[in-house]
C-alpha cells in the first residue's frame, strides 16, 4: 500500500509539473522525460525496476533505458533539470507529511490506550478501596 502511495503522490507531482500523463501511451519526448524523472526518483527511494515498470505498463528493460538515460537528460537539459529539482523537492515534502501523519496517528492510538489503562486502574483502585 505504501509503495502504490508513493508512486501515486510522485506521478500526480510529476504530471503537474511536466504538464502531462505519464501512464498515457504517448511516445513523446517530453513525455518520456517524465516518465525518465519518475523513475530516477523512484530508484533512488529503493523501488525496483519491475515494480516501477509494472505501475507505468512497461517492460522492465524500457525501466532499464530510462534509468541509464536519466543522468545525461538531466546533464545536457537545463529545462528537465529545474523540472526534476521541483519534483524532487515537492515528493519529499509530500513524503514527509504522510510520515508526520502516520506519525501523529501512532501517537493518538497509544494516547487512547494510556487513557483506557488509566480509567481500568482508576477502576481497579476503588474496587481495591472497597474491599474489606
Avoid: C, W
Avoid at 503537474?16 to 526518483?41: P, Q
Amino acid at each position: 500500500m505504501e509503495e502504490n502511495l508513493d508512486m501515486s503522490n510522485l506521478m500526480a507531482i510529476v504530471n503537474e509539473v511536466f504538464e502531462i500523463d505519464i501512464l498515457s501511451r504517448s511516445t513523446k519526448r517530453y513525455v518520456a522525460n517524465g516518465r525518465k524523472v519518475f523513475t530516477k526518483l523512484l530508484i533512488r527511494k529503493g523501488y525496483n525496476l519491475s515494480d516501477i515498470a509494472r505501475f507505468l505498463g512497461k517492460d522492465h528493460t524500457t525501466i532499464i533505458y530510462y534509468r541509464d538515460d536519466v543522468d545525461a537528460l538531466l546533464k545536457y537539459t537545463p529545462n528537465v533539470l529545474n523540472k526534476y529539482l521541483i519534483i524532487k523537492d515537492r515528493f519529499l515534502k509530500v513524503e514527509g507529511k504522510i510520515m508526520m501523519s502516520l506519525t501523529e496517528r501512532k501517537l493518538q492510538a497509544s494516547i487512547d490506550g494510556l487513557n483506557i489503562e488509566v480509567e481500568r486502574l482508576l477502576l481497579e483502585n476503588i474496587r481495591l478501596r472497597a474491599e474489606p
